[in-house]
Structure formats: C-alpha cells, structure tokens
C-alpha cells in the first residue's frame, strides 16, 4: 500500500501546547512522514522555543503555502469584490437578515437547527475568507490534498494527541468522526484515500458553496463522496459520556493529585485520539494528564 501522508495546518504563530500533537504523533507512527502548512498569507511562523525542533526533525516537514492561492483556484463562487471593502455593511446587513427583517429574501444563505445562519460563498452578505481563521481550516483540510496529495493521506487537527498509530485505520474508505450524536461529521481527523474522494468533497462544497462541518460533512454528503463516519468515542472523550474528560477539557490541563491514574484510564477508554478542543493558550500544569501523556511520548 501506498504510504499514508499525514498533516495538518496552521495560521499565524503556532503555540507551545501543540508540542504534544507531534511528540504523540512520532511516538505511535514510527516510519511516517508529517507536514505542516504554515499559512504565509497570515505570517505563520514557528516561534516559540519549545517547538523549534519541530522545523529540523526528519520525518516532519514545514510547509509554507498561501491558502488564498489555492482558494483562488479551486473554490467557486468567490465573494463579489464588490462587497470586499465594505465589511461593516455585510455586518449589518447579516444581522438584519438573521432577525427575518428582509422579509423572504434568502440571499443565498443556509439556517441550520443547531448553529443557526450562515452565508454561501456567493452571497453578497457572505463575509469572506479572510479573517475567518477557523473556517479557513475547514478549507485547507480539504484543499491541500486536492492540490498536493496524489496519495493517501490525513488530516488531523492540532489539538488533538495521538494515543495510537491511526494508519492502521486507513484503507480504501475515507473517513471522519461523528460531531458528539449529530447527523454530521466533525473533520478535525480526515482521512483522504485518494484524489477521487478529494475532488469529490471538493467539488460538493463548491456546489454547496460552504465548507463548514455540518454543511459539508452531513451524513448525506458523507455518504456521496464515500466517507465513513466512526463513532464519537474514538477521537473524542470530551463528546463520549462516561469518560473521565467528558464535558470538560480543561480536565486534561488542570492540576491533578493523580495524573498516572486518570492517564490510565482514558487509556482503558480506548480512545485512537485524544482532541482537547482548542485551548492554545492555555498552560498544562506540571501535574496535569497532558504533561504525563507529554512524559511519556517525548
């Protein structure tokens, strides 16, 4: 088989809690290669001393790239560049449209029970790619590969340890987590077989105009691009009832008077991947679960 390309992606200075993704990473993927794309277009930069090893190791490979580029060449229905410069009227203009105040004007938009409205790319009231941070890495996850992975690969969001070597779930079949016990996936961990499945997701969003996880990655769009949706629990204790993280991931940072011991736990969990949920600036304690997991894989 083809050797899985594993990576991921960031945007502007990349913290120190993101040592942990790839020190667990080169632990449990003995032989794999990892790239990290470094988003030029927002002066991303590795700077904080506790990861400047991550530039010279071997099987980690800095990538700079301009997502703007790629976005430029492969998303359809870019915003009217007329609207660009006039951000404070789109900000209006969505709020008024949210409040039902524009009558049954749909102006190109979606409303989804869970996270309410939102604008496709060809609306006038859409807001851009630009200052998005997290919705460009909706778009990355997806662009990348179609642009620069002709083989396997997968995309595994920065907060987020490895607690196993994830190859061995890659086949013939893409696949994603499930969003806690909704009816979409969650795309932090993406796992891409080949350029087939990558133009399809690609080509879908672009239909959709969005690329938001539950647009994007419905059960039904998962299904028609070939994407398995695997069950919460193996990427995710904080969405898992029962487990000792669930509903707080501040858990695995804070102090702890027994870290081995809730450690071992979460690994009787047998969770594939531990994701934290964002918390980049937050401060492991020396005692805490995530200093222990660090220990051990470093």
């Given at each position: 088989?083809?050797?899985?390309?594993?990576?991921?992606?960031?945007?502007?200075?990349?913290?120190?809690?993101?040592?942990?993704?790839?020190?667990?990473?080169?632990?449990?993927?003995?032989?794999?290669?990892?790239?990290?794309?470094?988003?030029?277009?927002?002066?991303?930069?590795?700077?904080?001393?506790?990861?400047?090893?991550?530039?010279?190791?071997?099987?980690?490979?800095?990538?700079?790239?301009?997502?703007?580029?790629?976005?430029?060449?492969?998303?359809?229905?870019?915003?009217?560049?007329?609207?660009?410069?006039?951000q404070w009227l789109k900000k209006w203009g969505r709020k008024?449209?949210?409040?039902?105040?524009?009558?049954?004007?749909?102006?190109?938009?979606?409303?989804?029970?869970?996270?309410?409205?939102?604008?496709?790319?060809?609306?006038?009231?859409?807001?851009?790619?630009?200052?998005?941070?997290?919705?460009?890495?909706?778009?990355?996850?997806?662009?990348?590969?179609?642009?620069?992975?002709?083989?396997?690969?997968?995309?595994?969001?920065?907060?987020?340890?490895?607690?196993?070597?994830?190859?061995?779930?890659?086949?013939?079949?893409?696949?994603?987590?499930?969003?806690?016990?909704?009816?979409?996936?969650?795309?932090?961990?993406?796992?891409?077989?080949?350029?087939?499945?990558?133009?399809?997701?690609?080509?879908?969003?672009?239909?959709?105009?969005?690329?938001?996880?539950?647009?994007?990655?419905?059960?039904?769009?998962?299904?028609?691009?070939?994407?398995t949706i695997h069950p919460t629990e193996w990427f995710d204790?904080?969405?898992?009832?029962?487990?000792?993280?669930?509903?707080?991931?501040?858990?695995?940072?804070?102090?702890?008077?027994?870290?081995?011991?809730?450690?071992?736990?979460?690994?009787?969990?047998?969770?594939?991947?531990?994701?934290?949920?964002n918390n980049w600036n937050t401060l492991p304690a020396p005692?805490?679960?995530?200093?222990?997991?660090?220990?051990?894989?470093?």
């Amino acid at each position: 088989m083809t050797p899985i390309r594993y990576f991921g992606y960031w945007s502007g200075q990349l913290p120190p809690v993101t040592e942990l993704h790839f020190r667990s990473f080169l632990h449990h993927h003995r032989e794999a290669h990892y790239d990290l794309w470094l988003d030029t277009d927002a002066r991303s930069a590795i700077a904080a001393p506790a990861l400047q090893w991550v530039s010279t190791h071997p099987r980690l490979h800095v990538r700079p790239f301009s997502l703007d580029a790629l976005i430029e060449k492969h998303v359809t229905h870019a915003p009217l560049a007329r609207f660009n410069r006039a951000q404070w009227l789109k900000k209006w203009g969505r709020k008024l449209h949210r409040a039902g105040l524009f009558g049954a004007a749909e102006l190109r938009s979606f409303k989804h029970p869970l996270f309410g409205r939102t604008f496709r790319h060809g609306s006038p009231l859409f807001a851009g790619f630009k200052d998005n941070k997290a919705y460009r890495g909706d778009l990355a996850r997806c662009l990348v590969p179609l642009e620069h992975y002709a083989q396997p690969c997968l995309y595994v969001d920065l907060d987020l340890c490895f607690m196993s070597d994830l190859g061995t779930m890659c086949g013939d079949v893409g696949f994603s987590y499930r969003w806690e016990d909704f009816g979409f996936a969650n795309s932090a961990v993406l796992y891409l077989p080949g350029p087939a499945t990558s133009h399809a997701l690609v080509a879908r969003g672009c239909e959709l105009e969005n690329f938001l996880p539950w647009i994007l990655f419905s059960d039904a769009n998962c299904a028609a691009v070939g994407i398995t949706i695997h069950p919460t629990e193996w990427f995710d204790p904080l969405w898992t009832p029962g487990s000792v993280l669930a509903g707080d991931a501040g858990l695995f940072f804070r102090a702890n008077a027994q870290p081995d011991s809730v450690l071992a736990r979460l690994k009787a969990e047998g969770h594939r991947a531990i994701h934290w949920h964002n918390n980049w600036n937050t401060l492991p304690a020396p005692s805490s679960v995530y200093t222990a997991l660090l220990n051990e894989v470093r």
